[in-house]
């Protein structure tokens, strides 16, 4: 069965950490694309980073030098730790196979649920 989920979401303060972890089940995740995204309240979905299957990543300006995106491909997961966590950092965020951000999450297996973030003192 193909599945993506996310995991490693919770409440810090800002300029805590957390490790978010995105795992497939189904399918090597290591041959696609992997995107991290986020809906923060109020606002359109976007793009943080994104690792190409050639091991290239790329971030949002706003989270550059402060995110880090990474691939065990044993584990068939990729990370993102996210550093210096900032209150506008709070969001739902999800994973899948792109790097492009669609208009609104879909119904699909290479979706998951997302893992909340929330930063709050």
């Known amino acids: 069965q193909v599945q993506i989920a996310e995991s490693g979401g919770g409440m810090v303060q800002p300029g805590g950490s957390l490790r978010l972890s995105c795992t497939a089940s189904?399918?090597?995740?290591?041959?696609?694309?992997t995107g991290w995204f986020r809906q923060r309240p109020g606002k359109d979905l976007e793009g943080v980073a994104c690792i190409r299957n050639h091991g290239y990543a790329t971030y949002a300006d706003s989270v550059k030098g402060r995110f880090n995106i990474s691939r065990d491909n044993a584990k068939n997961t990729v990370y993102l730790q996210m550093d210096n966590l900032k209150r506008e950092d709070t969001g739902l965020y999800y994973c899948?196979?792109?790097?492009?951000?669609?208009?609104?999450?879909?119904?699909?297996?290479?979706w998951g649920q997302g893992t909340q973030v929330t930063v709050s003192s």
């Open positions: 899948s196979t792109t790097c492009n951000v669609p208009a609104k999450i879909p119904d699909s297996e290479t």
């Open positions: 189904g399918f090597r995740l290591w041959v696609f694309n």
